[in-house]
């Protein structure tokens, strides 16, 4: 019998396959402090990762640990190292969030374009048309749109946009041309010249050494000042006080954040109080459809995995 550590709570979807399945027991541990952590996790052959930060010195206390299934795609919070050191593999729920994601993408983007935090102000405080005329807003019809990364979540976005008939382009050198433009799209090889045209950004890319700050004030500077920025990806990608600065001095219009360098973000983060920018607490996946297949996914992989039925696409090659 296998034993599983659900480390934080998933959908109880995923909890009930785990439960009737015989060759598996587990325990959910909701203290994730590093301290409880170490001391729980040595007894688990598998186990489950939300947002807990599993480092080396934890890592090194679990010797009977084969897989880590993450509730997720990103995995900045595990030791990467460590795990194709000591040969343990990593999955991710490669097909859950796509939808959810592409979905809160669009909402920020309406939102932003559509001024509707400002209508709603005007009229809840009896301003029903005072003024409402010197609220900037845009229509998406023929609206240029540049998707900077083009995976599972891009490929739902094209759907979305192209809906509302934006042209779209897409930044990603691991995307062939064939695949771009059968979708929709036009495939661009710099994005330094997808910025300067774009009226929207949408960043759906890791975060790695070549990422980080990926957009700073220079590339900001050379954007449209109409232009909106969203970040559902991952904090870090965007370089959060030049962002401010942007926003502040007009060098852009907006932009909307689901994720942040540091989570939860600094009440004393500027963005806090900018009001040309629309935040959300990295909950683009928190729709009731997308926690269930996330939690199944999850418990599945790992079944998978313990099997040996493992699909590739959800394995992270390390």
């Known amino acids: 019998m296998f034993k599983i550590g659900i480390i934080e709570k998933i959908h109880e979807d995923g909890i009930k396959i785990l439960d009737k399945n015989p060759n598996f027991e587990f325990d959910i541990i909701e203290d994730i402090s590093k301290e409880n952590l170490t001391q729980k996790l040595p007894k688990f052959d598998g186990i489950t990762l939300c947002v807990a ?5 934890i890592l090194e206390q679990c010797k009977k640990l084969k897989v880590i299934s993450r509730h997720g795609v990103g995995y900045d919070n595990v030791d990467i190292k460590y ?21 809160h993408v669009m909402y920020m983007i309406l939102s932003l374009s559509k001024g509707i935090t400002q209508y709603d102000k005007a009229v809840r405080t009896g301003n029903f048309k ?6 900037q807003t845009y229509e998406l019809l023929n609206k240029e749109i540049l998707i900077a990364g083009f995976g599972r979540i891009g490929k739902n976005l094209i759907k979305r946009c192209l809906g509302f008939e934006m042209k779209v382009k897409v930044y990603d050198p691991f995307v062939d041309n064939k695949t771009i433009e059968q979708m929709g799209g036009k495939k661009i090889e710099n994005i330094n010249k997808g910025l300067k045209t774009a009226d929207y950004l949408s960043i759906h890319m890791p975060l ?10 220079e590339k900001l500077k050379t954007m449209k000042k109409n232009a909106i920025i969203i970040n559902t990806a991952r904090g870090g990608i965007i370089n959060e006080i030049d962002l401010d600065t942007a926003l502040n001095n007009n060098i852009i219009f907006g932009a909307g954040l689901d994720v942040f360098g540091k989570e939860p973000i600094d009440m004393d983060n500027p963005l806090i109080k900018n009001k040309k920018v629309l935040l959300s607490p990295h909950s683009s996946t928190f729709t009731q459809e997308c926690a269930s297949r996330m939690g199944v996914e999850t418990v599945q992989n790992l079944i998978d ?8 696409n959800m394995v992270v090659e390390l």
């Open 208 to 217: 790695t050494n070549e990422t980080k700050n990926l957009i700073n004030l």
């Open 130 to 135: 005072k003024d409402v005329n010197t609220i």
């Open 53 to 57: 930060e599993l480092n080396t010195k």
């Open 83 to 103: 795990l194709k050191k000591n040969n343990i593999a990593l999955l991710i729920t490669a097909t859950a969030n796509a939808v959810s994601v592409a979905e």
């Open 305 to 312: 995995f313990f099997e040996n039925k493992i699909k590739k």
